[in-house]
C-alpha cells in the first residue's frame, strides 16, 4: 500500500528545521551530483514541503529555475508557502504522479531525495525520466539503506513489533525498498543511463532529547503515525515511552539529546545521447 504523506503534511512543515539538520547535506550532495550549476532547469521529484528543491533553486540563480513535484497537494502548498518565506522566485510546485512526469521542455538535470522508494514501477520510471532529461543531463537519488542501517526510522517500529507482537512490514512500498546499492545501480544501467555512479554517505541526525525524537516520528513518519491512531491512548503512551527509553539507551550523544547514524545512499547517473 502507498504510504500516506498527506496525513503527516502539516507536520513535516513544522518539523523542517528538525530533519534539516541532518538532511541539508544530503541536498548538497545531490546538487553535487547531478552537476547542477548556474542557469540550469531543475526537476525535483517528491519534493514534499520543498527540499532539495529550494536549496537547488539558489543554486541556479536567476537564470535557472526548479520544478518541484509531489502527489500530495496539501505538501505542495507547504513547499509554496516556504518559497514565498524565503523570498525564492525561480522555484515553482506542482501537485504530480512522479511515476510519468513531463514538464514543457527538458531538463538539465533531475534530483530526488527519499522519493524514488515511493514509485511503484521505479523501472518504468527510469525509462521515462531518460527522456525528460536532455541528453547528457544528470539523475541523482538518495535512498535509504536496510532497516537496520537507519535506526532513526526503523527504531519506532522495531519497538512497536517487540511491544505488541506486529510481524515485520514489507520493505516494498517503504522508506526501505531500495536500501540494495548494487541492485538499484543495476536498474540505471538496465534503463541506459550511463556514468552510474553510487555514493555511500553516513549521515547523523541530532534531535535535542528523546522525547523531541519519539514526537518528532509520532508526527511524520507514515506507519508509526498510523500505528499511534489505531491504539489506545494509553497504550500508545506506553509504547512512545518505550521508544524514548530505547533511543535514550541506544543513541545518546556526548552533549546531551541524542543522535542517530543513518545509511544514505546517494546514486548519479548520465541520461546518455
Ligand atoms: C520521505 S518524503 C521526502 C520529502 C522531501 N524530498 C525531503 O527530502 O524532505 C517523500 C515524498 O514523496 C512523495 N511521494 C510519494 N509518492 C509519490 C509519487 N508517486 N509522486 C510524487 N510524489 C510522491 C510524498 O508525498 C512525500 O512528500
Known amino acids: ?50 527540499e532539495p ?62 522519493g524514488l522508494m515511493f514509485l511503484p514501477d521505479l523501472d518504468a520510471s527510469l525509462a521515462h525520466y531518460r527522456g525528460v532529461l536532455r541528453d547528457g543531463g544528470r539523475f541523482a537519488a538518495a535512498t535509504w539503506g536496510a532497516p537496520s542501517e537507519v535506526p532513526m526510522i526503523s527504531l519506532p517500529m522495531t519497538v512497536a513489533s517487540q511491544r505488541l507482537g506486529l510481524a515485520p512490514a514489507p ?34 541526525f541530532p534531535f535535542t532529547s528523546a522525547e523531541e525524537y519519539v514526537t518528532y516520528m509520532a508526527d511524520i513518519a507514515p506507519a508509526f503515525h498510523g500505528l499511534l491512531g489505531r491504539l489506545d491512548a494509553a497504550e500508545g503512551a506506553a509504547l512512545r515511552k518505550d521508544v524514548e527509553a530505547a533511543a535514550g539507551e541506544h543513541f545518546a550523544s556526548p552533549g546531551g539529546g541524542v543522535q542517530f547514524p543513518n545509511r544514505v545512499i546517494v546514486i548519479g547517473a548520465t541520461s546518455p545521447a
Do not use: C, K
Not at 536567476?62 to 500530495?72: A, C, H, K, L, T
Open 1 to 50: 500500500m502507498a504510504m500516506d504523506f498527506g496525513a503527516v503534511a502539516a507536520a513535516w512543515g513544522r518539523w523542517g528545521p528538525v530533519f534539516e539538520r541532518g538532511a541539508h547535506a544530503i541536498g548538497e550532495r545531490l546538487i553535487e551530483t547531478a552537476r547542477i550549476g548556474p542557469g540550469n532547469d531543475v526537476l525535483d521529484l517528491g519534493t514534499g514541503p520543498g
Open 171 to 204: 520493505l516494498e512500498g517503504g522508506p526501505f525498498a531500495l536500501h540494495d546499492a548494487a541492485h538499484l545501480r543495476e536498474r540505471f544501467l538496465a534503463r541506459g543511463y550511463a556514468d552510474v555512479e553510487v555514493q555511500d554517505v553516513p549521515t547523523m
Open 53 to 114: 528543491a529550494l536549496t537547488v533553486a539558489r543554486a541556479v540563480g536567476p537564470d535557472g529555475r526548479v520544478v518541484g513535484i509531489d502527489i500530495s497537494p496539501a505538501m505542495v502548498a507547504l513547499a509554496r508557502e516556504r518559497a514565498e518565506r524565503a523570498g525564492v522566485g525561480n522555484a515553482e510546485f506542482v501537485a504530480a504522479d512522479a511515476a510519468a512526469y513531463s514538464g514543457a521542455r527538458r531538463f538539465d538535470a533531475i534530483v530526488s531525495r527519499w
